[in-house]
């Protein structure tokens, strides 16, 4: 079985900053693609940045300048610096990681529970 346990959500000001985490562990042969996805009160679930296995990043236009997406495949462990928060980063932060194992060697989906970000004064 495999676990994502994502963390570093919280309520920040405007301008501020926050890290998000999210480790992944279990029966893992290896791990392809990991990003973050979020979603917004009343709003579809939208790709924030994801990064591949080989260090290609792409990240959503509302975000670039202002976030970093990182990994360390040592841990297993993919981030992401939020700086310069906005009102409109409000959302729920979701790691998304496809996760090969000895069942599925051509890899899986896989979702945290997802982390809660509030923007706010």
């Known amino acids: 079985q495999v676990q994502l346990v994502e963390s570093g959500g919280g309520l920040v000001q405007p301008g501020g900053s926050l890290r998000l985490s999210c480790a992944a562990s279990?029966?893992?042969?290896?791990?392809?693609?990991m990003g973050w996805y979020r979603q917004a009160p009343g709003k579809q679930r939208e790709l924030v940045a994801c990064?591949?296995?080989?260090?290609?990043?792409k990240y959503a236009d509302s975000v670039k300048g202002r976030f970093t997406i990182s990994r360390d495949n040592a841990e297993n462990t993919v981030y992401l610096q939020m700086s310069s928060l906005k009102p409109e980063d409000t959302a729920v932060y979701s790691c998304?990681?496809?996760?090969?194992?000895?069942?599925?060697?051509?890899?899986?989906?896989?979702w945290g529970k997802g982390t809660l970000v509030t923007v706010s004064s």
């Open positions: 998304n990681v496809i996760i090969a194992t000895r069942e599925a060697v051509l890899g899986i989906n896989y």
């Open positions: 279990g029966s893992i042969l290896r791990i392809f693609d």
């Open positions: 990064i591949t296995s080989g260090g290609t990043i």
